[in-house]
């Protein structure tokens, strides 16, 4: 089963920050969190994932509260290219296994 | 650097029948990981291959097989095929020796039983 609780969908305004949040309460100390998504029929894309601290890069923030049991991805301006559905994902950073749950559906309006 | 990729795109089987799918990982990657998603469900663990050899698996029957060949490519075998092995498949590379890396998925294959 997943780990992680995401809500079922969002709608965000084209150019405006998408928060897009995750609850993981029975994370461990050496489980990473994983952010994907997922752009209808193709393979998953990689997005950012974090440990403990805060991460950025060119897509994406991620903030993870202190207690680490939840966390929320800002993509900083959507556009129309990011509806899609994005996965949260709990699990050991060498293992590869990622163990995916149903995703938020995040719909970029105009 | 092609990244991760797979064949073929799509694949129509009939029910009872084999179907072997391929994947090539992305370069300096040597774990691969399968995956099935069926429609309108996030992608589901199949197995992983290290080192040629299965070092995890998920809950699938052993009609589920695969194998990794030297230079890390991977091929998924499903034998007898059911209607409901019908989803996509999807092929993930990582580098498993580094810690903090992430998977890379290929466009995956369709597979459609009849």
């Known amino acids: 089963d997943a780990k992680t609780t995401q809500p079922t969908s969002m709608d965000c305004a084209e150019g405006r920050a998408a928060n897009l949040p995750c609850n993981h309460s029975?994370?461990?100390?050496?489980?990473?969190v994983y952010w994907y998504r997922q752009i209808h029929s193709q393979g998953p894309q990689y997005i950012i994932h974090?440990?403990?601290n805060n991460e950025t890069n060119e897509m994406a923030s991620l903030i993870i509260t202190e207690d680490r049991k939840s966390s929320t991805l800002i993509l900083p301006h959507a556009t129309l290219r990011d509806t899609a559905v994005y996965y949260c994902?709990?699990?050991?950073?060498?293992?590869?296994?990622?163990?995916f749950g149903q995703g938020t559906t995040l719909q970029v309006k105009p | 650097d092609a990244g991760v990729t797979q064949s073929p795109t799509h694949l129509i089987k009939t029910r009872g029948q084999q179907v072997t799918l391929r994947c090539s990982p992305k370069?300096?990657?040597?774990?691969v990981s399968w995956y099935q998603q069926a429609l309108g469900q996030g992608p589901q663990f199949i197995f992983q291959?290290?080192?040629?050899?299965?070092?995890q698996r998920g809950n699938f029957p052993d009609r589920f097989s695969g194998h990794q060949f030297p230079n890390y490519s991977s091929e998924l075998n499903v034998n007898a095929l059911l209607l409901g092995d019908s989803a996509l498949y999807l092929c993930?590379?990582?580098?498993?020796?580094?810690?903090?890396?992430?998977?890379?998925f290929g466009q995956g294959t369709r597979l459609t039983v009849v």
């Open positions: 370069s300096g990657h040597d774990t």
């Open positions: 994902i709990v699990g050991s950073s060498n293992t590869g296994k990622l163990i």
């Open positions: 974090g440990l403990k």
């Open positions: 291959y290290y080192e040629e050899e299965e070092r």
């Open positions: 993930a590379s990582s580098l498993r020796a580094g810690m903090n890396t992430e998977a890379f």
């Open positions: 029975t994370i461990s100390g050496n489980e990473y």
